[in-house]
Nanobody, 120 residues
């Protein structure tokens, strides 16, 4: 069992940057997979980035080269650094954690989400 709390969302102009953080209620060292998903109005939730306990990562094609996911084991957080933001990145971003693998994540724990709005 783990509780996840996101922070760092907000309003930013296109081309700007934001850093999202997801704080876990316990050590993340034993959590196999952690990730960030997003859902825009009227659209399905989609994977943004995912990271394994060993540090391997996968990204959605739309964010490759712009977003970076990372784990901080000293703070029990997973972060998403978002650069060169585009209006199409506007969505509610949620943190998730669980088992499985990068190719088959089984994420049973979710945060409440944080709004990211990118203005043109």
């Amino acid at each position: 069992q783990v509780q996840l709390v996101e922070s760092g969302g907000g309003l930013v102009q296109a081309g700007g940057s934001l850093r999202l953080s997801c704080a876990a209620s316990r050590s993340i060292s034993t959590i196999l997979v952690m990730g960030w998903y997003r859902q825009a109005p009227g659209k399905q939730r989609e994977l943004v980035a995912i990271i394994s306990s060993g540090g391997a990562t996968n990204y959605a094609d739309s964010v490759k080269g712009r977003f970076t996911i990372s784990r901080d084991y000293t703070k029990n957080t997973v972060c998403l650094q978002m650069n060169s933001l585009e209006p199409e990145d506007t969505a509610v971003y949620s943190c998730a954690a669980g088992r499985g693998s990068l190719s088959d994540p089984r994420l049973g724990f979710w945060g409440q989400g944080t709004q990211v709005t990118v203005s043109s």
